[in-house]
């Protein structure tokens, strides 16, 4: 394969912008009717996420040592969206026909066997990854709706029960569905360590103009099915016995929850940092939660930041900045979850600082080469549990 050249290939059809997913979707589904049941009923939110995640991956097919083990991670999970091997050509069968419509001449004999082989690659390493799964582990795992509570006005907490326990990390991620929005998934961690009765809490911020939020928040109900995809991600785990630091905005306590659990399960003497963000006192919403670890874990020291309240009676202003003056933190490893905007700009004060990209951990499972982590229906940062 000439790498250069099926970027620049790549680079020259993605100029021509909105025109691009709108041929290759009508070519998929004019092939393949069939595929169309895969795809969320309103295309508007789905639009060119399968067809510039496969020019990406495909494009970037020599960088192996990270390609690969993001594509099986996709193969795997892409079960849930019950693709089956037969769709791994049609998909490709579009994509080379959109190339080949907008290169026109540019379409060469020689470039199209380059981008033959290079999405030969690629479905071959998602569809091995997919059968392997398929020997270990279901598509998605359904689980009831045990509890529902509204803790504020745009926040619920969810707890719900699988059938049989689902096999996560602290810290990892897992998307949601609900029958209220099909194939529509948005991905939320886990508040909670893996429990033997497979219960797990869901921490979930109401945004708006979201629809998979919205049902969550206000329509899911005490008794419903949701259905859970594998979990994904490794970057929040906790895997070290460093002391560590978490800066939490809004419903990104989540999975620093379950990290909790984990530290209070795992015996080490080790010093934990927790600086929790919301706007005023009111959006506290695990605040109960919070106080039980401060009596369970000697080593736990909690510092709330309200940034919009000027009654708040704690430390107010940005959590960065606020968590900065507890420093300097030479040693400890760093977790960051909130807001898009929160992550970005609370790890550009960190790195400010001097604290290495090393020690800062925050959610990466969403990127390879700039990709979605689905190429069908998935959810974005625009709507999940971050706050």
Request: hydrophobic share 40%; with cysteine; aromatic share 8%.
């Amino acid at each position: 394969m000439d790498i250069p050249r099926l970027r620049a290939s790549w680079n020259a059809v993605a100029s021509y912008g909105g025109q691009v997913p709108l041929f290759f979707y009508s070519t998929l589904f004019l092939l393949h009717p069939r595929t169309r049941e895969m795809f969320p009923a309103a295309m508007a939110g789905q639009r060119d996420k399968l067809f510039t995640a496969l020019g990406h991956i495909v494009a970037h097919v020599d960088d192996l040592e990270n390609a690969v083990p993001f594509l099986q991670q996709l193969g795997r999970d892409h079960r849930k969206f019950s693709v089956a091997p037969e769709h791994y050509p049609a998909v490709g069968q579009a994509l080379l026909a959109t190339l080949q419509h907008f290169l026109g001449d540019g379409w060469t004999r020689e470039l199209a066997a380059d981008w033959t082989e290079a999405y030969g690659l690629v479905s071959q390493v998602m569809n091995e990854a997919a059968e392997s799964a398929a020997t270990s582990s279901p598509p998605w795992w359904d689980a009831e709706v045990v509890a529902h509570e509204r803790r504020s006005l745009d926040v619920a907490v969810l707890t719900v029960r699988t059938a049989t326990p689902m096999p996560y990390v602290p810290g990892q991620s897992i998307a949601v569905e609900t029958q209220l929005r099909p194939r529509l998934w948005r991905y939320y961690s886990p508040a909670n360590a893996p429990r033997p009765d497979g219960r797990i809490e869901l921490h979930v911020r109401l945004v708006d103009g979201g629809p998979v939020s919205s049902a969550l928040v206000q329509a899911v109900q005490v008794g419903e099915v949701l259905r859970l995809g594998a979990p994904v991600g490794h970057s929040l785990t906790l895997d070290h016995k460093q002391d560590v630091v978490f800066l939490a905005g809004g419903t990104g306590f989540a999975p620093f929850k379950a990290l909790l659990e984990q530290i209070a399960e795992e015996g080490l003497q080790r010093r934990v940092q927790l600086f929790v963000g919301a706007r005023t006192a009111r959006e506290f919403y695990d605040a109960e939660a919070i106080r039980g670890f401060e009596r369970t874990l000697p080593g736990l020291r909690v510092v709330p930041v309200a940034s919009d309240d000027p009654g708040f009676r704690g430390e107010r202003g940005r959590l960065v900045d606020v968590a900065l003056r507890y420093g300097p933190w030479p040693e400890e490893e760093v977790y960051v979850c909130g807001s898009p905007e929160m992550v970005s700009g609370t790890c550009d004060a960190l790195r400010a600082t001097g604290i290495g990209p090393e020690r800062v951990h925050r959610e990466e499972f969403t990127s390879y080469a700039g990709t979605a982590p689905e190429l069908t229906g998935s959810g974005t940062a625009d709507e999940d549990h971050r706050g």
